[in-house]
């Protein structure tokens, strides 16, 4: 099962607010709970606590970078699902459906499902699904309904539980839409900052919270307690228009990040209107003098099915 | 001798005073012992008002009683509108002190007999208001210095209100003062407010009355600046004027304007963790304006009419950050009413209510759901299938009723009555038939009965094909109630009654509110009891002391029974007031009442296309929040200025703090809870002149 610590009280956490929606079709009541002040929140979405799934891509055999499946092709599903901990190893279940046409709730199936794929063996690799999209598939969009499982096995025959020894088990949905029309954000080409330096993607090898000081590969240093602007900035390419024949207006990007230690001061910016790039506040976390190194994960979504993701790192070392 | 008609269903309980000139009273006349039973008195509003009567008539003076309420309705008197501990002066708060009525947790309508607050309607003089609070309750949009009573229908309400099924709650407006210039002026932390009223000369009175909040100047202190920019701190407004004119001594014609205005804008400094599409600006605004022209009077000596023509304008804005409704509809409300005298024992009234409302709407938001009983209205706005929709509808809604008093003996009326129905924008024509009667059998005591049906349409929204279904049709309710009422002693009350409601044809989203998204398939019921006392129990001592048991349960499609979402089993509620002499008075209010149902949360499921955890829940409604108990306290001083009053008060509400835990906040992920409290103590302290 999900293991989480609750985080301490935090300048960060003090300051957010905790706000509900004044809609839907009530007149401006609630108002009071929409401005109940600054509660502490209960959990930090921006901070990796535990194994955590953070996001899932669609790709389209022979066509990676798109998003939207046709009747008839291969697609795979790659899960993000990073943890703060050195060794991972998930094992899963997923079944895969015409989706059920729902405006609200958890996805369901709206047939049963043309694929169910099982690896009840724990592995470190992602969790992945492939299948192929039925030739006569009549829903709008496919769901990808399964669980993942931290060094444990699904519950025999289910996609929903995991064996009751799991170190971490969640439920999971993802829905596909069908088409052509959409292709995955590309942050590839993203400059990652962190203040006035950029962030390489080179990858430390070391895991989360572990001494980063003398690190064979450079990566940028931050005292801990200091306060810097994390910023992306996709390729102009990573937006595509809503509408192709005006290409007037670009699709929204949501960037969300998660940090394995440290603050941000936001889980989720939007890139959209003429804006080119999103930014957070981040706060280094104290450090011993070794340093300690900091993973980033920023996920980017284009509220059409469309995602990429990258991960950045860098090491707190007074 | 002259027949004066008994006018049925316009006055207010209480003992009224008719004046008689010339000739003499036997003792023995057939009329006299039916006179000071029976209500045989010209229409009055006002208690103990003279009629004055032709010089050949018998001279006496009686003491008669009003019209018999409905069976289940209460009142509360003018004397008690502005001093109820706990509802800073606001009588149409104070509703929530009578048996019957639930607690509300601030949003905008009163719970009655365990019908939903959309079910139920507000009025003032016959007009619907669509908005009965600021800001979800703060206080009243009309002031209550111009109010005479208000009334509270929890069930069983005539055959002149329709459209809804629950109940209906009316502010009766009293004349403006034509003994001279009066005025108020009251400020406090809240709001500041002012009165105006006096003669015009030649029989006619006016009366002017503005009100303000006060809330916008410390606002932004409350504010975390690094959470929201504050483009247009909270601003409310309202007003109401009226002139009123006698036209010869049978008529009288009143002009009556009144609205409301509620504002407010924040930006959000960074979108929020808990729902990313809360971001940018939000914020809105409300109002809405009434202008009536209304006459009434004796059409003939056995006969007496009202009829009202009102239009209005009604406006809501409300964004955040991309998403947006905007709704506004223009009004017409025409209301007539005939009252005719067939004899000493029985009485007609028909009537005409016609309710036309021509809308233009535009909506981009989530796919709108099932008003209560859907725990997933509460999820982040991103979990829902957003839509872009606008509209204009045109929603004619004529109607007719007509209503027998027939009094079989001086102790007994049994009001027959049918309510007719039109909704032309669903093609269907309803047909309500109600039933009350009463009977005094003691002196002090008296039964009272009453069944009906009642017929509500869909919002307009729910019947468009973008949102809702052309196909939902209004749904309808029976109710029955049941009691006794007993004078205990002058001036004291007490009674109980029991009641049902059986809801049938409710409309309910469709499961996952696929299309065609509502459907006229949910049933519900409720039912209880309720006991009160009520009046003066030494002088200048008054208390009501209400309680109410009851249930409230409702079945989407095929579900299981479930708990309404503000089921309130017990509500308990004693509010005193006392006059403690020197111009010193006090009050209070204490309330008891069983937490809501909520709908416990038993794991998640990560919905990667959207980011966000969706909560898998447990049988709906099938935990409660703790028992809601909160004491509030009114104290305040008057002070004689020439000819007029100075007062200063202080109102404390939730004087012990109670936490009053309403619901729950959940992480991000709901791997954690924690409830959320109530209103903490909350003082306002003010400062009345009056003229």
Known sequence: ?318 | MRVVPWVPFTLAAGVFGLTCAGGALAQDSPGADAAAREPAAEPSDTPGEEVPLEDDEYGATAEVEGAPPEPAERTISRERLTTTAGTRGDALLAVETLPGVGRTSGDARPVLRGAAQEDSQAYVDGIPIPQLFHFGGVTSTFSSRLLDRVTLQPSNFPARYGRVTGGVVEGRIRSPRRDGLHGVVDVSLVDSSVLAEGPLGGGTGVAFGARRSNLDAAFEAFVPEDAYRVVAAPVYWDYQGMVEHDLGEDHTLRLLAFGSRDQIELVFATPADEDPSLRGSVGGTLEYHRVQARGTGRATRTATYELGVTVGRFHVLQQIGPLYQEFAKDELFVLGEWRQSLGAQLDVNLGLDVAASYWDARYRGPQPGQFEGDPSGREPIGARRELRSSASANLEQPAAWIELAWRPSSRVTIVPALRVDHFAQLGVTTFDPRLSARARVAARTTLKSGVGLYTQPPEFWQTLPEVGNPDVGPFRALHLTTGVERELRPSLRGGVDLFARTMFDRIVATEGSRPPFYENDGWGRAYGVETYVDGEVAPGHTVLAAYTLSRSERRDRNDPLRPFDKDQPHVLSLTTSHDLGAGWSAGTRFRLVSGNPQTPVRGTVYDASLDLYRPVYGPTGSERDPTFHQLDLRLEKQFRVGSGRIAAYLEVQNAYLSENPEGYRYAYDYSRREPVSGVPILPNLGIRGEL
């Open chain 1, 1 to 318: 099962m999900t293991h989480r610590t609750h985080r301490p009280h935090s300048a960060r956490s003090a300051r957010r607010p905790r706000a509900r929606a004044l809609l839907p079709l009530v007149a401006l009541a609630g108002l009071g709970t929409a401005l109940a002040g600054c509660d502490e929140p209960l959990a930090d979405p921006a901070l990796l606590e535990d194994t955590r799934v953070l996001a899932a891509r669609v790709e389209v055999d022979g066509a990676p970078g798109r998003a939207s499946p046709a009747a008839g092709e291969l697609a795979t599903v790659r899960w993000l699902v990073p943890s703060p901990r050195a060794e991972v190893r998930l094992a899963h279940a997923f079944a895969v459906c015409e989706a059920a046409d729902a405006a609200a709730g958890v996805p369901s199936c709206a047939k049963p499902p043309f694929a169910v794929v099982r690896a009840e063996l724990p592995a470190a690799d992602a969790p992945s699904v492939s299948f192929r999209v039925p030739d006569d598939a009549q829903a709008g969009s496919l769901a990808v309904l399964g669980v993942i499982c931290e060094d444990a096995p699904p519950a025999p025959g289910s996609t929903e539980a995991c064996a009751p020894e799991a170190r971490f088990a969640q439920r999971v949905s993802l829905v596909v839409p069908l088409g052509t029309g959409n292709g995955n954000p590309d942050l590839t080409a993203a400059a990652v900052t962190l203040g006035a330096d950029a962030l390489s993607p080179a990858d430390p090898g070391a895991a989360p919270g572990e001494a980063c000081a003398q690190s064979p590969v450079e990566i940028r240093r931050v005292r801990p307690g200091a306060t810097l602007r994390l910023a992306v900035e996709p390729a102009p390419s990573a937006r595509e228009p809503i509408d192709p024949a005006d290409g007037a207006e670009l699709e929204p990007l949501r960037v969300s990040w998660v940090a394995s230690a440290g603050e941000l001061a936001s889980s989720v910016a939007w890139i959209e209107g003429s804006a080119t790039a999103a930014d957070v506040e981040l706060t280094a976390p104290s450090a011993p003098a070794d340093g300690r190194l900091v993973r980033l994960w920023i996920v980017a979504r284009d509220s059409r099915g469309g995602v990429d993701w990258t991960t950045r790192a860098y090491c707190a070392a007074p």
